[in-house]
């Protein structure tokens, strides 16, 4: 099975402006998870898409927002960007249901914010 | 709000040497327990997990014990070699069974293993 694949893979943005990441997971797996890796805070959860609905979300603010789409890829946005939204964004995908909430993750998409 | 502990930051072995690492954990209702390698550059790679109705699962060189009392879980690396050179990340999670599933991570600890 192909593993869960993230685009772009780099970007460089200036503050301000707004930025799109695309996650696509496992195939057969139905949960998208987003995280923010950065060397200060490590590893923090943003949210999570399940049948397209938030199920879950992680204390960061209004202009980190997400979706995810009938074949359960999952898009990720961020808005008026700021210079500490530079960081490694991970996602992860899971199977979900009982006994199986094993995450796997994609490669990262690589922010740096100018 | 929910909180991993984990240590040691740094950890340098020789080879063949073991090597541990101890999470703790702050939420009573977490029942997931997953560790991950990331080597430099690379994604976090699940490597093992264990589930709160375990107290111990093993796989290969690697085991993983809960102390749900202690609301502590480790990593126990045997024979280590310099292909486990990497950062290991804890994490906790309610997500076994529910829709909680989101993990909490540890900030990682880095293991070097010198030949």
């Known amino acids: 099975k192909a593993g869960v694949t993230q685009t772009p893979r780099y970007l460089i943005k200036t503050r301000g402006q707004q930025v799109t990441l695309s996650c696509s997971p496992i195939?057969?797996?139905?949960?998208v998870s987003w995280y923010q890796q950065t060397p200060g805070q490590g590893l923090q959860f943003l949210f999570e898409?399940?049948?397209?609905?938030?199920?879950n979300k992680g204390n960061f603010p209004g202009r980190f927002s997400g979706r995810q789409f009938s074949n359960s890829r999952s898009e990720m946005n961020v808005s008026t960007l700021e210079l500490g939204d530079s960081a490694l964004y991970l996602c992860?995908?899971?199977?979900?249901?009982?006994?199986?909430?094993?995450?796997?993750f994609g490669p990262g998409t690589r922010l740096t914010v100018t | 709000g929910e909180n991993v502990e984990q240590h040691p930051s740094t950890l340098s072995v020789q080879e063949g040497d073991s090597a541990v690492i101890k999470c703790t954990y702050s939420?009573?209702?977490?029942?997931?327990f997953p560790w991950y390698k990331q080597e430099l550059g690379k994604r976090p790679q699940l490597i093992i997990d264990?589930?709160?109705?375990?107290g111990e699962k093993k796989d290969q060189r690697i085991a993983v014990t809960l102390n749900k009392t202690a609301k502590h879980f480790s990593l126990h690396i045997t024979e280590t070699q310099p292909e486990d050179s990497a950062v290991y990340f804890c994490?906790?999670?309610?997500?076994?069974?529910?829709?909680?599933?989101?993990?909490?991570f540890g900030k990682g600890t880095k293991l070097s293993v010198k030949p």
């Open positions: 264990i589930r709160s109705n375990v």
């Open positions: 992860a995908s899971s199977r979900t249901g009982t006994g199986a909430y094993e995450q796997y």
């Open positions: 939420d009573s209702a977490s029942n997931y």
């Open positions: 195939s057969g797996h139905r949960s």
């Open positions: 994490a906790s999670s309610k997500g076994w069974g529910g829709s909680q599933g989101n993990l909490i």
């Open positions: 898409y399940f049948s397209e609905t938030q199920r």
